[in-house]
């Protein structure tokens, strides 16, 4: 007789593989669009059948020129078809897609290139004035050229489009791999130290995308059109590539064009109905559509009942509430490259089904729940962990196979990832009963002010829901006394100039109190942004530094 522990599964065993999410989307959704702003504005198609047949190109291209597993390929492109075809491309290949962010120094490109030891580049033909500014400081063994413009690609490159039509894929075949081989990699922003490599597997993308993919998250259907305005380059635009190829969605690439008016322009042509961004485009694209309301009204519609995904950085509940006003619901993620991205979401649980509206928008201005696949804690600074009463505070630590486990060619430290295997966010938070996650700092922005700690996100947070103020950014100053106090560096919203008395009043009336409401605010055109278009601390800290 066997024993009841002969059972063993029955299931088969197969790699998850992101080629198989290409497939698909050749075979069962061939007329689908995947539309891409060019340089010039005007709009170019292709099929999602067009996109299969020229990814399978570029695999077999990049094969032909002597691609080994494992090699590094770099992009150096703005959101449109051809990165799309990168994403799925070089791993078809069995290469490893290394974007490459085009906001950042020549000196931070070439260090993270040579970092990652990459082989070869795809660059977009608009880029090549930076890329002049890279080749002396690294050497990359062939550099293709896309033509964005249109514009005739420089002899000394391949140009891209020929070599695509030039190459046979016909007996093109998958790179043999496993589920664990990488696919892709990014580099850290390096706000501390130097940027950092985190390489994504098949199976990690897999996975993310399948859960970033569900009901109250992306929630992707058949008939949506999806706009990434988040940039392929970071934390690959947030996964959505995957899962808007896996579902075999219409695409809307807005190329270059991130300009609140273009952005607003793209979204008559080709409305989305999900689309996803960091809180500073958002606002200012709420901030030109309300103008444009009273001085060209008619000029342009929100899409009626789009979907929002908005994260990367707090997102402040002033700006939920205006986009609200227009019918459009905001749901708010956090992550990090090193996080896939997406691990928490924040969306109306049953619990909250019957809750007043008041009580939605103050959670979907938290940060949400984690994502399945993905667990949290909270740990103080002895490493105990903190209850989750929305209340105990500590540095949030994160755990799930789409979590990075280390650096490329980084040895793994304590500061980073703790001894039991958890990744050290560097993020202050809490957790309240319900598990949503309220994100009160970054470790390093943190205000501590006569032995008390201040959040600086929410006090951002409600000065920018004084309806003077277009954004708000505050950091800590050195103090004799108090040892540091918090200075608010504020933009007006045209026409208005609020008085420091009336800030003060503003942020006490919200529930501050008097020791944690700034006693200098510093009036400036517009918040520094990061190469990722989040507000820059670090450069403010320079500007302000007493
Ligand atoms: P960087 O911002 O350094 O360029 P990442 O994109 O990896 O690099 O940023 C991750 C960080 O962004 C998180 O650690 C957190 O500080 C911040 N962040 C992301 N989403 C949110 C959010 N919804 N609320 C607050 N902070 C967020």
Not at 193 to 199: E, H, I, L, N, T
Request: glycine fraction near 8%.
């Amino acid at each position: 007789m066997k024993s009841s522990a002969d059972v063993s599964s029955t299931m088969m065993k197969v790699d998850l593989s992101i080629n198989h999410f290409l497939d698909r989307a050749g075979t069962l959704f061939p007329t689908n669009e995947i539309v891409s702003r060019l340089p010039d504005k005007s709009l170019v198609k292709h099929t999602y059948a067009q996109f299969y047949e020229r990814t399978r190109s570029l695999a077999q291209g990049l094969k032909d020129l002597g691609l080994k597993k494992g090699d590094r390929v770099a992009t150096l492109c703005w959101n449109h078809h051809a990165h799309l075809e990168s994403y799925f491309g070089i791993p078809a290949a069995g290469g490893v897609m290394h974007t490459l962010n085009l906001r950042l120094s020549p000196d931070e490109i070439a260090w993270i290139a040579n970092d990652a030891q990459d082989r070869f580049l795809i660059i977009d033909d608009i880029l090549l004035p930076l890329y002049r500014q890279i080749e002396h400081k690294y050497k990359f063994e062939k550099v293709i050229v896309f033509p964005f413009s249109g514009a005739q690609v420089p002899a000394e490159f391949m140009d891209y489009e020929s070599w695509l039509a030039s190459t046979d894929s016909s007996h093109f075949e998958y790179a043999p791999h496993s589920e664990d081989d990488p696919v892709s990699m990014c580099y850290t922003s390096g706000t501390t130290g130097r940027p950092k490599g985190v390489v994504y597997s098949h199976r990690s993308t897999v996975l993310h995308t399948l859960v970033a993919s569900l009901g109250d998250f992306w929630s992707l259907r058949g008939t949506d059109v999806v706009l990434p305005v988040t940039p392929m380059f970071h934390a690959n635009s947030w996964g959505i590539p995957y899962g808007a190829v896996m579902m075999g969605v219409k695409m809307v690439f807005p190329g270059p064009h991130l300009h609140p008016d273009d952005l607003l322009d793209l979204m008559q042509l080709e409305p989305p109905t999900l689309s996803l961004g960091v809180p500073t485009i958002w606002m200012g694209l709420i901030q030109a559509y309300e103008a444009a309301l009273t001085q060209q009204p008619g000029r342009w519609k929100l899409p009626a009942g789009m979907r929002s995904l908005v994260g990367g950085a707090a997102v402040p509940e002033a700006l939920i509430r205006a986009f609200d006003k227009h019918g459009i619901w905001i749901l708010q993620g956090w992550g990090m490259t090193e996080t896939s991205p997406v691990c928490t979401i924040s969306y109306p649980k049953a619990e909250l089904r019957d809750a007043p509206l008041d009580e939605r928008y103050r959670r979907a201005a938290m940060a949400g729940i984690p994502v399945p696949l993905v667990d949290l804690r909270i740990r103080n600074d002895e490493g105990q962990d903190q209850a989750w009463d929305g209340q105990h505070v500590g540095e949030l630590q994160v755990r799930g196979p789409f979590i990075t486990g280390s650096y490329h060619h980084v040895p793994v430290s304590e500061d980073k990832f703790t001894g039991d295997g958890w990744l050290r966010t560097g993020d202050v938070a809490s957790v309240d009963t319900m598990g949503f996650v309220r994100i009160t700092d970054r470790t390093k922005d943190l205000i501590k002010s006569g032995g008390e700690w201040i959040s600086s996100v929410d006090l951002e947070n409600a000065l920018m829901a004084h309806p003077g103020i277009a954004e708000a950014a505050v950091i800590a100053i050195p103090d004799e006394k108090w040892s540091e106090r918090p200075l608010a560096c504020v933009v007006a919203k045209p026409g208005q100039k609020p008085q420091a008395e009336e800030l003060a009043a503003h942020l006490l009336k919200m529930g501050f109190a008097k020791w944690q409401v700034p006693d200098r605010y510093e009036w400036i055109a517009s918040v520094p942004r990061t190469s990722t278009g989040k507000f820059y601390k670090l450069k403010l800290r320079e500007m302000f530094p007493k």
